[in-house]
């Protein structure tokens, strides 16, 4: 069950749909103007349950590979021929009220940065109240600071059974039931000089079902 991903990058999850990534679509119109979308993002519907342990998995293919994964466990390069401690890769996957705007959780890498500056240390995990959004980190993982409720420190570009993991606990699973919205953005910058580049992958309805057994 795959989806065609970033210039030929399968990712594999619940459903089956072939869609690009991180390539420009060029729609040819024979009677009038063409169009040209450089939206990549794949739309993919979320059921949860309240109170319950969050986890699903991605496979992200290296392009034009069936066999090995991307490789996404990688330093910055630091200008020098050597790699600094910051990863290439980030991530950040936000669970939004459709109506307010309002965010109910946000789920990150370890390390995210929405700007030019590299985050020195793992972000603070907040857990979510009735008004108040949370914030799940986790912690990091290995050299390049790699892990966290994002987590791609099994992304080493060596197996096609590599996955990229979202996972955050049970008690951060506590706003109240219903139907919302989310995406998942990249972040990925080569270099210490840089500009980062942020891309979709994920977009689609997230819904959170009422729990019954209460801790």
Request: glycine fraction near 8%.
């Given at each position: 069950?795959?989806?065609?991903?970033?210039?030929?990058?399968?990712?594999?999850?619940?459903?089956?749909?072939?869609?690009?990534?991180?390539?420009?679509?060029?729609?040819?119109?024979?009677?009038?103007?063409?169009?040209?979308?450089?939206?990549?993002?794949?739309?993919?519907?979320?059921?949860?349950?309240?109170?319950?342990?969050?986890?699903?998995?991605?496979?992200?293919?290296?392009?034009?590979?069936?066999?090995?994964?991307?490789?996404?466990?990688?330093?910055?390069?630091?200008?020098?021929?050597?790699?600094?401690?910051?990863?290439?890769?980030?991530?950040?996957?936000?669970?939004?009220?459709?109506?307010?705007?309002?965010?109910?959780?946000?789920?990150?890498?370890?390390?995210?940065?929405?700007?030019?500056?590299?985050?020195?240390?793992?972000?603070?995990?907040?857990?979510?109240?009735?008004?108040?959004?949370?914030?799940?980190?986790?912690?990091?993982?290995?050299?390049?600071?790699?892990?966290?409720?994002?987590?791609?420190?099994?992304?080493?570009?060596?197996?096609?059974?590599?996955?990229?993991?979202?996972?955050?606990?049970?008690?951060?699973?506590v706003f109240e039931p219903g139907e919302y919205k989310y995406d998942?953005?990249?972040?990925?910058?080569?270099?210490?000089?840089?500009?980062?580049?942020?891309?979709?992958?994920?977009?689609?309805?997230?819904?959170?079902?009422?729990?019954?057994?209460?801790?």
């Amino acid at each position: 069950m795959a989806l065609e991903g970033l210039v030929g990058l399968p990712l594999k999850f619940l459903a089956k749909r072939k869609v690009n990534r991180n390539k420009c679509i060029f729609v040819k119109n024979n009677r009038m103007a063409q169009t040209l979308s450089t939206d990549i993002a794949a739309e993919l519907n979320i059921t949860a349950r309240r109170n319950d342990t969050f986890k699903f998995e991605l496979q992200v293919l290296k392009p034009g590979s069936s066999t090995a994964s991307l490789d996404m466990v990688l330093g910055q390069d630091d200008g020098s021929g050597g790699t600094t401690t910051d990863n290439i890769y980030q991530a950040k996957m936000s669970i939004v009220d459709p109506s307010t705007r309002d965010v109910k959780l946000n789920i990150y890498s370890a390390r995210w940065s929405g700007s030019n500056t590299e985050a020195g240390t793992d972000g603070n995990s907040d857990e979510p109240s009735a008004t108040t959004a949370g914030h799940y980190y986790g912690a990091s993982s290995g050299t390049t600071n790699v892990g966290g409720g994002i987590d791609v420190s099994n992304m080493d570009g060596e197996e096609v059974e590599d996955r990229l993991k979202i996972s955050v606990p049970h008690n951060y699973m506590v706003f109240e039931p219903g139907e919302y919205k989310y995406d998942l953005q990249i972040r990925y910058r080569a270099t210490s000089t840089s500009t980062p580049e942020y891309t979709t992958w994920l977009f689609g309805k997230f819904t959170l079902t009422s729990d019954i057994t209460q801790l």
